[in-house]
């Protein structure tokens, strides 16, 4: 089975265009431990100061992937570089970086 996931945060002022740079070329082995960790259909958005992510969860236990994914040292690498890019919303939930939203509405 598969889970959605929105999710939001804000870019600081200024910051974008590093932002996109950094993704434009993302360091060797971020895109495969996302891979790795079952996440398909990855996608970020920017508008003004937000960035917007929906991807896909195909795996059986997200929370162990995500544990994977935060230990191994390419993806620690990563986020060291655009963590800093980001300020997380002010009404997220405790232990979020990004902020989970409610999914309202699909079509397949």
């Known amino acids: 089975m598969i889970k959605r996931f929105g999710q939001m945060i804000r870019i600081k002022p200024g910051d974008l265009e590093q932002y996109k740079k950094y993704h434009a070329n993302p360091f060797p082995g971020v895109n495969e431990m996302i891979r790795k960790c079952h996440l398909k259909n990855y996608s ?53 970086f990004w902020s989970d939203m409610e999914e309202i509405y699909h079509l397949d």
């Open 44 to 96: 970020i958005y920017a508008r003004g100061d937000y960035l917007f992510s929906y991807f896909e969860y195909d795996g059986d236990d997200y929370d162990r992937d995500m544990a994977m994914m935060a230990a191994d040292p390419a993806t620690q690498d990563w986020w060291d570089h655009v963590k800093p890019l980001m300020q997380p919303l002010d009404d997220r939930k405790e232990g979020e």
